[in-house]
Structures are given as C-alpha cells and as structure tokens.
C-alpha cells in the first residue's frame, strides 16, 4: 500500500515566525509532489508543486524535496494568521502513473 | 469555463434515496477524479477518468457507487440506495493529463444522508 504520511497537528506557531511541514512518502518511484492548503468548509488549492530534489521558492513558500529520504517540506516564511489552514501533500507517481496519493494533512494554527 | 464546478453544493437526501453528483472540469482537461473526503479525514480517491474512459475504479466504496463521463466535459457520480456513511464532501478535480500535472479542485458537494 502506498502511503504519504504526515503529522496532523495541530502545529502552532506565532505570527512572524517559519512554519514547517513536513511530509513522507512510502514509494520510492515517485516523481511529483505538490502541497495544497484547505480552509475549513472549502475545497483544497494549490500552493506548490516540485519534481526534483532541493529547494523551490515561491514567495514566501519554500518547498523541499528529498528523494533519497523520500521526505517533501513546505517552509511558510513570516507566517500570518491567514495561512492558518490543513495543508495536504501529495504524491504522483510520474509517467504512466495517474493515481495521487494524498496525505491527511497537517493543521497549522498562526497565533496573532 | 474558468474553473472546475460542481453541482449541487449541498443535497440532503433520506435513506436509501439515489443522487447524482455533477462536475464540470476546466475545459481542455483530460484527466478528471473524484475524490472524497469525510469530517476531518483526508482526501480517499474514488474513480479517475482519462477522457470518458476510467481505467481504474477500484476505489469506489460498493457497487451502489458509479461513475460516467461524456468526453472530456462532464462527469456525473451516481450514489444508489445512499446510506448514512455516505455523508461526506464528494470532490472533483482536473488536469491536463493524467500524469504529474497538478490537479484543480472544484468546490465540493456536500452530501448529508439522514
């Protein structure tokens, strides 16, 4: 069974500060990555995606791959009370393979 | 259109009823999946489609659970003889294609079997 674990929370964290989220997954074939942010009540949207290993920066979002350890991050620099949500990582396995696998997401709470 | 839809927004329905969920995905995308997702759980794949075709249904919970789409536009999620562990928020999103492309969510239907 493959599997994308992450820890639920809550993370908490003040205002300012870096949040850090983290992300494993159990199949080594996997080639793409995505992080999603869901508000409570809505439905899930992208914040980044990342296909190979190291850093991507977007803002104030930095995600992180590691394939060798099969970990994905996502870094949320400065954080604000508005980037309190349940974000979800995802994995695709790449050519040929359609299925995402979802993690249960990690709620993080900003305190103001 | 601009975004993926999904009709209706809520349904109550009773026990044992039938319903039939609606998406329309982005146009131009091939790819499209249902998805759903209970209270505070994550998000349990249930059927994707690759044009109108659905290579893989084995994440549909029963066969009271079907799914069809014409071409690649609207996709319809028939739930027959619905029971209460039906409730949940039933997702449908879209992608260009089917393989590492990111995917877009639509709104949601909120499906309440009482």
């Known amino acids: 069974q493959k599997e994308v674990e992450q820890n639920s929370g809550p993370l908490s964290v003040p205002e300012g500060a870096i949040a850090s989220l983290n992300c494993t997954y159990s199949?080594?074939?996997?080639?793409?990555f995505f992080w999603y942010r869901q508000y409570s009540g809505k439905s899930p949207e992208l914040i980044m995606f990342?296909?190979?290993?190291g850093d991507k920066e977007d803002g104030r979002f930095t995600a992180q791959l590691n394939k060798a350890s099969q970990y994905v991050s996502l870094l949320i620099r400065d954080s604000q009370p508005s980037d309190s949500a349940t974000y979800l990582c995802?994995?695709?396995?790449?050519?040929?393979?359609?299925?995402?696998?979802f993690g249960t997401g990690t709620r993080l709470k900003v305190l103001a | 259109g601009a975004g993926v839809s999904q009709s209706p927004s809520n349904k109550v329905t009773e026990k044992g009823k039938d319903v039939e969920l609606r998406c329309d995905p982005i146009?131009?995308?091939?790819?499209l999946y249902w998805y759903r997702q209970r209270l505070g759980q994550g998000l349990e794949f249930l059927i994707y489609?690759?044009?109108?075709?659905?290579?893989?249904k084995s994440g549909l919970p029963s066969d009271r659970f079907s799914a069809e789409r014409t071409g690649e536009s609207v996709s319809t999620l028939t739930i027959q003889r619905t029971q209460q562990e039906d409730s949940a928020v039933y997702l449908c999103?879209?992608?260009?294609?089917?393989?590492?492309?990111?995917?877009?969510f639509g709104p949601g239907t909120r499906l309440t079997v009482l």
């Open positions: 999103a879209s992608s260009r294609r089917t393989s590492g492309d990111t995917q877009y």
């Open positions: 199949d080594r074939g996997s080639q793409s």
């Open positions: 990342i296909y190979s290993n």
């Open positions: 995802a994995v695709n396995g790449g050519s040929g393979t359609y299925k995402y696998i």
């Open positions: 146009s131009g995308h091939t790819a």
């Open positions: 489609f690759q044009g109108n075709s659905a290579p893989d």
